[in-house]
Structure formats: structure tokens, C-alpha cells
């Protein structure tokens, strides 16, 4: 069992920034992915990025160059870090957790939602124009 607390969502300006942090506990296998989601009213979910066990990470072609996902094994965080927001990036923003079957690679975003094990309750992004 895996838990995933979100934090560090909020609003901001075009062009602003935030960073997203999420904790997790519980057992971690040796191979997994980590990713960040988000889903906008009337939209289906979407993979934002993706890390693996390696730190091999993935990203979306609509936040490549604009966000960055890492992980800090230390703390048992993964963070996602958002610059240049823009209006359609507003969305609730979920990370989860893919352990089982072992992964062989992670999902190309923004597809593998269905593939991830367990999800956080999800921070609120707003970014005004």
C-alpha cells in the first residue's frame, strides 16, 4: 500500500510559477513510477511528466521545457515544477504511483493513467490571465 498526499497547489498570474510537492509512505518496490496528472473540468485526465526508479523522466509535449518533475528519495517526495503557467494549464493536479507489475518503462504522458496504482486526493492549480 502506497499513500500520496499532494500539496502546493494554488493560483497564479500568466506567466507565474508554482511547484508542487507530493509525499508519499508506505512500501516503494525497487522498480515504479512516479507521475504527475491532471485533469480540467469536463476533460478527461492527462499525464503531466514521469519519473522511474532510475530517474529516467517523461513529459508531456504541452510542458516540455516549462516543467520539471524530480524526486527526493531522502524525503520520499516527488515535486513538480511549474514555470511560464499558462490559463489552460488550470486543473486539478494529482500524483500517483505505478509498482505493480513491475514497470519495464513508465507511460509516455499524457497517456498511462490507467496503469498507475495509487493516487492522491489532488491540489487545485489556477493560473489567470
Known amino acids: 500500500q502506497v499513500q500520496l498526499e499532494e500539496s502546493g497547489g494554488g493560483s497564479a498570474q500568466s506567466g507565474g510559477s508554482l511547484r508542487l510537492s507530493c509525499s508519499t509512505s508506505?512500501?516503494?518496490?525497487?522498480?515504479?513510477?512516479l507521475g504527475w496528472f491532471r485533469q480540467a473540468p469536463g476533460k478527461e485526465r492527462e499525464g503531466v511528466a514521469a519519473?522511474?526508479?532510475?530517474?529516467?523522466?517523461r513529459y508531456a509535449d504541452s510542458v516540455k521545457g516549462r516543467f520539471t518533475i524530480s524526486q527526493d528519495n531522502a524525503k520520499n517526495t516527488l515535486y513538480l515544477e511549474m514555470h511560464s503557467l499558462k490559463p489552460e494549464d488550470t486543473a486539478m493536479y494529482y500524483c500517483?504511483?505505478?509498482?505493480?507489475?513491475?514497470?519495464?518503462?513508465?507511460?509516455?504522458?499524457?497517456?498511462?493513467?490507467?496503469?498507475?496504482?495509487?493516487w492522491g486526493q489532488g491540489t487545485q492549480v489556477t493560473v489567470s490571465s
Open positions: 500517483a504511483s505505478f509498482q505493480y507489475p513491475p514497470p519495464i518503462v513508465c507511460p509516455s504522458p499524457p497517456g498511462g493513467a490507467s496503469v498507475y496504482n495509487y
Open positions: 519519473v522511474d526508479s532510475g530517474g529516467t523522466t
Open positions: 508506505g512500501v516503494m518496490y525497487s522498480q515504479y513510477c
